[in-house]
């Protein structure tokens, strides 16, 4: 079983948004949940030290959208290495390709997965989704709010020249986190996150109008 210590030497990222802490915090839930949901607590160990092993030191979004794939494979060598049977380690591997909010091409098919996926969301909502959201729009010099277009409102796609700011990825991402959760437990949790969030947000938007 791949230790703490052992996946701290795979992620290099300086990137608040998806460096070692939010591993560590995907990894506390995912037992949480699994705990909770009686699922196999050595798949989900382990995929979640290993589900952004490839990507979290990508600052290129399009070669972040594809990190879970090279991901799933780093984990094949790595329980490869440490001689677990082939059936575990392709489980540990569905449970990576299977997080991705944005990738449904492959939708978590099993307990683990699904606690993976969960556990992973969980990370964007909240206080912590709050100032992760934050910390990603300063890091790609992105407003923290900006009004969206009637257009982003209808369809989630821009005007021209319209900001995708924190707001904006909170309208088009963030918000409907809630819904997509899969085990009873993560639902719970969501719930709760959900509503410090849209409630930071209302708040934001009436000190930004000089009404608070």
Not at 14 to 33: G, K, Q, T
Not at 54 to 82: D, M, Q, W, Y
Not at 163 to 170: I, K, M
Request: with cysteine.
């Amino acid at each position: 079983m791949p230790t703490i210590e052992q996946a701290r030497s795979w992620y290099s990222s300086s990137d608040p948004v998806h460096d070692f802490d939010h591993i560590l915090r995907v990894y506390r839930m995912a037992e949480r949940l699994a705990l909770a949901e009686s699922a196999d607590l050595e798949i989900v160990r382990a995929a979640a030290l290993l589900h952004d092993a490839e990507g979290s030191h990508l600052a290129n979004p399009s070669r972040r959208a594809s990190h879970h794939h090279a991901s799933a494979e780093f984990a094949g060598e790595v329980l490869t290495a440490e001689g677990w049977p082939a059936e575990r380690i392709a489980a540990v591997q569905h449970c990576i390709r299977a997080h991705r909010f944005r990738d449904d091409s492959e939708p978590p098919q099993t307990l683990e997965a699904q606690i993976i996926f969960d556990a992973d969301k969980l990370d964007a909502i909240g206080a912590v989704g709050v100032a992760r959201v934050i910390a990603y729009s300063a890091r790609v010099s992105r407003p923290f709010y900006s009004p969206p277009s009637e257009q982003f409102l209808q369809t989630g796609q821009h005007e021209e020249q319209e900001p995708h700011s924190s707001y904006h990825e909170h309208l088009f991402k963030l918000s409907k986190l809630k819904a997509r959760m899969f085990t009873r437990t993560g639902r719970a949790i969501a719930e709760e996150r959900h509503q410090y969030l849209d409630d930071f947000f209302k708040r934001l938007i009436a000190e930004w109008n000089g009404e608070r």
